[in-house]
């Protein structure tokens, strides 16, 4: 079984920013253990890894979920279930149709090569890429690490495999954890 990150739909758009330079520090605000864990991610990601799509929590909510306080901007509204899924299908349906791929949903495992990050970043930049951002408290630090070509960013094109491939559809358990 090749080595997965579980990601649910929105934070397919988060990994393409995340780290980059901003005047807010962008999410930094969460706890250290969210931080360090979302880099984690990220450097498996850069490493080879490949992207697992599931619903609801993921491997980066994993760490906040472990928190005894939730301190997930989300938290509330990603307990009632409906407004971060949904914002989840508008994400993956804006990475489908940027990547030219099939629809995206849970259970589809994929690597993004160097070309496919180009590519997304370049719609994220163009705004194109958004809809799954939408109420983000986040929103506009993103958009400035957008604006400044994604500067700092820690998910490094330059570091994972090309060209991407679509693996078989596969079942893993939601968090890598798993057994
Ligand atoms: S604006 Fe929010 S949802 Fe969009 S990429 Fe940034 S942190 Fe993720």
Redesign the pocket.
């Known amino acids: 079984m090749p080595e997965v990150v579980n990601l649910r739909g ?2 397919l ?2 990994i ?3 780290g980059g330079t901003c005047s807010t520090g ?2 930094e605000e969460y706890s250290p253990e969210f931080t360090e864990n979302l880099r984690a991610q990220i450097d498996r990601i850069n490493n080879g890894a490949a992207i697992n799509i599931v619903s609801g929590p993921d491997d980066v909510c994993a760490a906040l979920l472990r928190e005894a306080t939730n301190t997930c901007a989300h938290a509330r509204i990603c307990t009632r279930g409906t407004v971060v899924r949904t ?1 989840d299908s508008l994400a993956l349906k804006d990475v489908a149709r940027e990547l030219q791929s099939p629809p995206l949903e849970a259970g589809d495992t994929f690597r993004l090569g160097k070309g496919e990050i180009a590519r997304l970043r370049q719609a ?1 930049a163009a705004g194109t890429l ?1 809809d ?2 939408k109420g ?4 506009a ?3 400035e690490v957008a604006g400044k070509n994604f500067s700092g960013a820690r998910l490094r094109p330059d570091a994972v495999p090309s060209p991407s491939s679509r693996l078989p559809r596969q079942s893993y358990g939601r968090f890598s954890s798993d057994p």
């Open positions: 929105h934070h758009l988060c393409l920013t995340h962008g999410g914002h994220f958004r799954g951002c983000c408290p986040w929103h630090a993103c958009s």
